[in-house]
């Protein structure tokens, strides 16, 4: 670790919320921490968490994210509470989030927790005396998704610095692609194209908040850049972020990734997806070597080990 | 000192009072004079209406004067409260709407304290936030923002919403 990583690890954020707040030093701290708990032998980790209590509270279903942080607290030797549907919490009978945050705090010595409502984490965090990591809020932020794709661009392209990225289908609602813009920003000399239909277009107020920090590109054509680009970040075109159906039928096939579009990149392209998928990338694709987004999706645990690993030390 | 008030025809008025022409008395516009309150001045035109709506000012008397002459302005809209200093928060939420204006505390008749009101840096409690979706909307949880200009924008420190001038304005609280 280089000194100016350490002195910005040592002001680490005491919670997990927004990948706005962290500096480049820090996303790179996190970075070279999963690199580090990706080789470390398992008896090693056990250690880590030995004797905490993690809480995680899932007040919105998700797989993924909650299963992947489940498993990197018992890799470290942690204990998991809470729930993975709200329906069985006291959150259904009516209770504030800032009384069941108030009541997890004095169970668990770090808190990790989805919600359906925006700026959850955020408040859980304002009221808590524990840390908080946010494992997303409604459309707002997912941090541990960016740092995720973060880590596993660096691990297969080896770089952050200069690559040339695609993101195609739901720029407009998909939140991922969102936070990997403004995480992007903050690594040098990085390519963007932008591939959506107009109805789903990168909102401008990120475009214009990154545009001297990114070259972007926009188009609405899959095909056009394929052949420049280092990185193809697919996205599902979710039903749940349309304000009606119609408009979602209208849009949902068109960017439907097969072996043929694939065949259009470089043969070192790596084709990334937040997951899960419903038909934007087919099957057949799975097993071309170009497809990382299982890997990508088990990154998710040395990643959620390394942020755990650094907020468990972490007084607030 | 106090604000210089107009006629709309370019002529002085006497604050309370009357002004004389010849045999001719003129009718005047009356603002009463304030001995303790607050005098905001320099308002942008039409903001005067507006900050009416924002403060809660229906036990005080308020002389509101608009589209009053001014060298500097070509127009302005000047606010007269008496017998009430402006909180913080109500000094925030007319700073979102009359940057820029100049806000006079009067004690015993005289000008004691003016300032030239600045956007905040950061509100709570100010506005609500325009996302239906946010925390501060579905629990008991006062909005807080970031405030930045040019253009003005407000930032919500829990769901990340920006809001531009027009939602900062309608969602004063």
Same mark, same amino acid.
């Given at each position: #670790?280089?000194?100016?990583?350490?002195?910005?690890?040592?002001?680490?954020?005491?919670?997990?919320?927004?990948?706005?707040?962290?500096?480049?030093?820090?996303?790179?701290? $996190?970075?070279?921490?999963?690199?580090?708990?990706?080789?470390?032998?398992?008896?090693?980790?056990?250690?880590?968490?030995?004797?905490?209590?993690?809480?995680?509270?899932?007040?919105?279903?998700?797989?993924?994210?909650?299963?992947?942080?489940?498993?990197?607290?018992?890799?470290?030797? !942690?204990?998991?509470?809470?729930?993975?549907?709200?329906?069985?919490?006291?959150?259904?009978?009516?209770?504030?989030?800032?009384?069941?945050?108030?009541?997890?705090?004095?169970?668990?010595?770090?808190?990790?927790?989805?919600?359906?409502?925006?700026?959850?984490?955020?408040?859980?965090?304002?009221?808590?005396?524990?840390?908080?990591? +946010? =494992?997303?809020?409604?459309? +707002?932020?997912?941090?541990?998704?960016?740092?995720?794709?973060?880590?596993?661009? @660096?691990?297969?392209?080896?770089?952050?610095?200069?690559? *040339?990225?695609?993101?195609?289908?739901?720029?407009?609602? !998909?939140?991922?692609?969102? *936070?990997? #813009?403004?995480?992007?920003?903050?690594?040098?000399?990085?390519?963007?194209?932008?591939?959506?239909? =107009?109805?789903?277009?990168?909102?401008?107020?990120?475009?214009?908040?990154?545009? !001297?920090?990114?070259?972007?590109?926009?188009?609405? @054509?899959?095909?056009?850049?394929?052949?420049?680009?280092?990185?193809?970040? *697919?996205?599902?075109?979710?039903?749940?972020?349309?304000?009606?159906?119609?408009?979602?039928?209208?849009?949902?096939?068109?960017?439907?990734?097969?072996?043929?579009?694939? !065949?259009?990149?470089?043969?070192?392209?790596?084709?990334?997806?937040?997951?899960?998928?419903?038909?934007?990338?087919?099957?057949?694709?799975?097993?071309?070597?170009?497809?990382?987004?299982?890997?990508?999706?088990?990154?998710?645990?040395? $990643?959620?080990?390394?942020?755990?690993?650094?907020?468990?030390?972490?007084?607030? | 000192?106090?604000?210089?008030?107009?006629?709309?025809?370019?002529?002085?008025?006497?604050?309370?009072?009357?002004?004389?022409?010849?045999?001719?008395?003129?009718?005047?516009?009356?603002?009463?004079?304030?001995?303790?309150?607050?005098?905001?001045?320099?308002?942008?035109?039409?903001?005067?209406?507006?900050?009416?709506?924002?403060?809660?000012?229906?036990?005080?008397? &308020?002389?509101?004067?608009?589209? &009053?002459?001014?060298?500097?302005?070509?127009?302005?809209?000047?606010?007269?409260?008496?017998?009430?200093?402006?909180?913080?928060?109500?000094?925030?939420? &007319?700073?979102?709407?009359?940057?820029?204006?100049?806000?006079?505390?009067?004690?015993?008749?005289?000008?004691?304290?003016?300032?030239?009101?600045?956007?905040?840096?950061?509100?709570?409690?100010?506005?609500?936030?325009?996302?239906?979706?946010?925390?501060?909307?579905?629990?008991?949880?006062?909005?807080?923002?970031?405030?930045?200009?040019?253009?003005?924008?407000?930032?919500?420190?829990?769901?990340?919403?920006?809001?531009?001038?027009?939602?900062?304005?309608?969602?004063?609280?």
């Amino acid at each position: #670790m280089n000194k100016k990583t350490q002195t910005d690890s040592e002001k680490f954020p005491k919670d997990v919320l927004s990948i706005n707040d962290f500096s480049r030093a820090q996303i790179e701290f $996190v970075i070279a921490e999963a690199a580090k708990m990706d080789k470390m032998p398992r008896d090693k980790k056990q250690k880590i968490l030995k004797g905490k209590v993690i809480a995680s509270l899932f007040f919105e279903p998700s797989t993924r994210t909650r299963l992947s942080f489940e498993t990197a607290i018992q890799n470290l030797g !942690g204990k998991v509470i809470g729930f993975a549907d709200a329906d069985v919490s006291s959150y259904k009978k009516g209770e504030s989030l800032t009384d069941t945050i108030h009541t997890v705090e004095n169970y668990a010595d770090l808190i990790v927790m989805r919600h359906y409502i925006e700026g959850a984490a955020r408040r859980a965090a304002e009221v808590s005396k524990k840390p908080v990591i +946010n =494992a997303g809020d409604g459309a +707002n932020q997912h941090p541990t998704q960016t740092f995720l794709d973060l880590y596993t661009i @660096k691990k297969e392209c080896g770089k952050i610095d200069g690559i *040339s990225i695609a993101m195609a289908g739901d720029l407009k609602y !998909g939140r991922t692609v969102h *936070s990997l #813009m403004y995480a992007l920003a903050k690594f040098n000399n990085v390519q963007v194209y932008l591939i959506s239909p =107009a109805s789903l277009k990168m909102p401008e107020y990120i475009i214009d908040d990154t545009k !001297g920090k990114l070259k972007i590109t926009e188009t609405s @054509k899959l095909d056009k850049y394929l052949d420049k680009v280092d990185v193809l970040y *697919s996205t599902r075109i979710q039903k749940e972020r349309f304000p009606d159906e119609v408009e979602y039928e209208k849009v949902r096939n068109s960017y439907i990734i097969t072996p043929k579009v694939l !065949g259009k990149g470089r043969k070192d392209l790596k084709l990334m997806h937040p997951l899960p998928r419903v038909n934007e990338i087919t099957t057949k694709v799975d097993d071309m070597p170009q497809a990382i987004y299982f890997k990508q999706a088990a990154n998710g645990v040395p $990643v959620r080990e390394a942020l755990l690993k650094i907020l468990a030390g972490v007084k607030k | 000192m106090l604000p210089k008030v107009h006629r709309s025809d370019g002529g002085p008025l006497r604050r309370g009072g009357e002004e004389m022409s010849g045999n001719r008395k003129k009718e005047i516009i009356r603002i009463k004079p304030i001995q303790n309150g607050t005098v905001i001045d320099h308002l942008n035109q039409g903001t005067a209406y507006k900050i009416l709506e924002v403060l809660d000012l229906k036990d005080y008397t &308020v002389t509101a004067a608009m589209n &009053v002459e001014s060298r500097k302005m070509g127009k302005k809209d000047v606010i007269f409260i008496e017998g009430k200093e402006l909180s913080e928060r109500e000094m925030e939420k &007319v700073a979102l709407i009359g940057k820029g204006a100049t806000l006079n505390i009067i004690k015993n008749g005289e000008n004691k304290t003016k300032t030239k009101l600045e956007y905040p840096k950061m509100v709570h409690g100010t506005i609500k936030c325009i996302n239906p979706k946010c925390i501060s909307n579905v629990e008991k949880v006062s909005g807080k923002f970031d405030i930045t200009e040019n253009p003005l924008m407000a930032k919500c420190v829990y769901c990340e919403t920006r809001m531009n001038e027009e939602d900062i304005v309608s969602g004063i609280k």
